[in-house]
């Protein structure tokens, strides 16, 4: 499996962005799929995550009632709708595709990551 993410961009506080990450493979719909952020300086942040189904989402509490993770297998796309964004949402935002069928937030726990989409919020 192959991923593509991209939709990042440069936003004021109180915007909203959709990131996509865009998959390659006959595979895709038997993943997982996550998000994960990286700012400048820190680790690697578990983000989001749907399950192969679409049927469980799963949010870190910091972005929870202002993000949304969906899918489309049809299209081997997944999305995060990034709405009421704060200065603190800026970071590098990474999509991954994990075998695991329970909530997975540990990058070990993923086998397959794409490259990054930087996203900046300004105040």
Same mark, same amino acid.
């Given at each position: 499996?192959?991923?593509?993410?991209?939709? /990042?961009?440069?936003? *004021? %506080?109180? +915007?909203?962005? !959709?990131?996509?990450? #865009?998959?390659?493979?006959r595979?895709?719909? =038997?993943y997982?799929? /996550?998000w994960?952020? *990286? %700012?400048? +300086?820190k680790? !690697?942040?578990?983000? #989001?995550?749907?399950?192969?189904?679409?049927? =469980?989402?799963?949010y870190?509490?910091?972005v929870?009632?202002?993000?949304?993770?969906?899918?489309?297998? #049809?299209?081997n796309?997944?999305?995060?709708?990034?709405?009421?964004l704060?200065?603190?949402?800026?970071a590098?935002?990474y999509c991954?595709a994990t075998s695991?069928?329970?909530?997975a937030q540990?990058?070990?726990e993923?086998?397959?990551?794409?490259?990054?989409t930087?996203?900046?919020v300004?105040?």
């Open positions: 499996v192959q991923l593509q993410a991209c939709g /990042g961009g440069l936003v *004021q %506080a109180g +915007g909203s962005l !959709r990131l996509s990450c #865009a998959a390659s493979g595979t895709f719909s =038997s997982g799929v /996550g994960f952020r *990286q %700012a400048p +300086g680790e !690697r942040e578990f983000v #989001a995550l749907i399950s192969w189904n679409g049927g =469980s989402t799963y870190a509490d910091s929870k009632g202002r993000f949304t993770i969906s899918r489309d297998n #049809a299209k796309t997944v999305y995060l709708q990034m709405n009421s704060k200065p603190e949402d800026t590098v935002y991954a695991y069928t329970g909530w540990k990058l070990y993923y086998d397959y990551w794409g490259q990054g930087q996203v900046t300004s105040s």
